[in-house]
């Protein structure tokens, strides 16, 4: 049975990102969300750090503020959500990126937990899109195969940068293993 905070938390999320679509897919944006948190609850992390799957990108891509989170869920999830969230979405893509890489590179574990559920779906999600649609799939993606391929590169050597064998859940190894066998071609 969910807590009263993970309905919250879903609601709130579904609410942010009502109306909206995947860019790879048209697939109803919450969808990525919800499979984010359940990736992390599935890895056994903390109720917060589930709870800010849930709104990891309502920051990013919403009207929903930082002190919206921290009101509604506390710090520590306003926290992980604030790690996570690029900065300005006018900036050049490559600049975003490779301010993803550096903070996550030198992040607390469980916002590298956060990122790499994120990252992880993300993937899986770019790999269906590739085998529906073959190299048509990178057209609608913001950049293509080299630039994601050294975004996903970068991610996975910032995600397991400066984490002991004992922090490192399974979906670091499937990310690892997705993003070598995927970037392969």
Not at 12 to 26: C, M, N, T, V, Y
């Amino acid at each position: 049975m969910l807590s009263r905070q993970y309905q919250k938390a879903i609601e709130f999320a579904a609410k942010a990102h009502e109306g909206q679509k995947r860019k790879g897919d048209g697939v109803p944006y919450i969808s990525h969300p919800y499979a984010v948190a359940f990736i992390l609850y599935i890895q056994g992390c903390h109720p917060d750090i589930v709870i800010a799957g849930l709104l990891h990108d309502t920051v990013e891509d919403t009207v929903v503020t930082l002190a919206e989170i921290q009101t509604e869920f506390g710090a520590a999830v306003a926290e992980l959500v604030g790690i996570v969230t690029e900065p300005d979405k006018s900036l050049p893509w490559e600049h975003r990126k490779k301010y993803m890489i550096e903070t996550i590179k030198f992040a607390r574990v469980e916002a590298k937990y956060l990122s790499c559920a994120d990252k992880l779906h993300n993937l899986s999600s770019l790999q269906i899109n590739f085998e529906q649609c073959g190299e048509d799939a990178w057209k609608r993606l913001s950049r293509g195969y080299a630039e994601q391929k050294w975004y996903a590169e970068s991610m996975l050597d910032s995600l397991f940068y400066g984490l002991e064998e004992a922090e490192l859940k399974p979906m670091f190894y499937t990310y690892e293993r997705m993003v070598r066998d995927f970037f392969a071609r």
